[in-house]
C-alpha cells in the first residue's frame, strides 16, 4: 500500500508561483513514475505533468510546458511541481499519483494506481 499526501497549494495572484510536494510511503519510491493531475469544477481530470522512475524524464500538458517543472527526491520519497507564471485557468484540485507497476510513463490517469486527497490551488486575476 503506498500513501500520498500533497502540500503547497493556496491562493496565488496571476504571474505568482507556488511549488506544490508530494510525499510518498513505501520503500521503492524510486521504481514509481509519478504525475501530477488536476481536476477543475465541472471538468474532467487532466493530465498536467509526468517523470519516470528510470531516468527521470519529464512530460508536461502543453498548457503548462515552459511554466511548471516536476521534478523528484528519491532519497526523501518526494516528488516536486513548480508551477510559475500561474493563471486563472490554473485553478483546479492537483493530485500526486503514482504507477507502482514499473511500466513506462504514462500521461494518462487511468495508468496509475495511488492517488492523493488533492490540493487547492487557485489563481486570482
Known amino acids: 500500500q503506498v500513501q500520498l499526501v500533497e502540500s503547497g497549494g493556496g491562493l496565488v495572484q496571476a504571474g505568482g508561483s507556488l511549488r506544490l510536494s508530494c510525499a510518498a510511503s513505501?520503500?521503492?519510491?524510486?521504481?514509481?513514475?509519478m504525475g501530477w493531475f488536476r481536476q477543475a469544477p465541472g471538468k474532467e481530470r487532466e493530465f498536467v505533468a509526468a517523470i519516470s522512475w528510470t531516468d527521470s524524464s519529464t512530460y508536461y500538458a502543453d498548457s503548462v510546458k515552459g511554466r511548471f517543472t516536476i521534478s523528484r527526491d528519491n532519497a526523501k520519497n518526494t516528488v516536486y511541481l513548480q508551477m510559475n507564471s500561474l493563471k486563472p485557468e490554473d485553478t483546479a484540485v492537483y493530485y500526486c499519483?503514482?504507477?507502482?507497476?514499473?511500466?513506462?510513463?504514462?500521461?494518462?490517469?487511468?495508468?496509475?494506481?495511488?492517488w492523493g486527497q488533492g490540493t487547492q490551488v487557485t489563481v486570482s486575476s
Open positions: 513505501g520503500r521503492t519510491f524510486s521504481r514509481y513514475a
Open positions: 499519483a503514482a504507477d507502482t507497476t514499473a511500466r513506462s510513463t504514462s500521461t494518462t490517469p487511468y495508468a496509475y494506481n495511488y
